[in-house]
């Protein structure tokens, strides 16, 4: 079933998204209304160190909880390259440098109501420098985790970040040489 937009008005717009509702109709002929929000393209990064992987720690607002996740951002800007994008991110919230990037396949996110595309990296062979987080991340920490502890934790469900379980099953297939080659 395919789905005709009619007609589009912006509801909201901040430097880092914008809202918009859209007057549908459906295949059926039926009509309707969807609520989208666009935003720019973001990256994750899996910072893999021997045998641990480097996280970050920080209070998410929407959910009012601290939570561990892998580094992920994006910047207010529709021409960025991805990887310059994840390792900007990656420097930003851990000051870590990566000798090595390897893009997996990007995703989604939540594409019931999201548009944005969320480019996968690991980053490896990496140096530890200083951290250059914007205000938000001021409270902020990064951790080094061995992988056993952080796969303990996602299988517990301490770690609930949907992009953090996702890159990671990427990054297993990849691994394992199941993983299709990245997309463009």
Known sequence: MTIRRISTREVYRNGWMRVREDAIER???????????????????????????WLVEQFRYPIGERVL??????????DVDPEELARGELREETGLIAGS??????????????????HVFVAEELTLGEHERDPEESDLEAVRLPIGAFEDKLRSGEIRDVCTLAAWSSYRLWRSGAAPPPQD
């Open 69 to 78: 996740e892998l580094p992920q951002g994006g910047w207010e800007s529709d």
């Open 27 to 53: 295949g059926d002929g039926s009509r309707g209304i969807y609520g989208v929000v666009d935003k720019q393209d973001c990256a994750i990064i899996l910072p893999i160190d021997g045998d641990h992987i």
């Open 101 to 118: 990037m390897t893009e997996l396949p990007w995703m989604w996110i939540a594409y019931g109501f999201l548009r944005q595309r969320q």
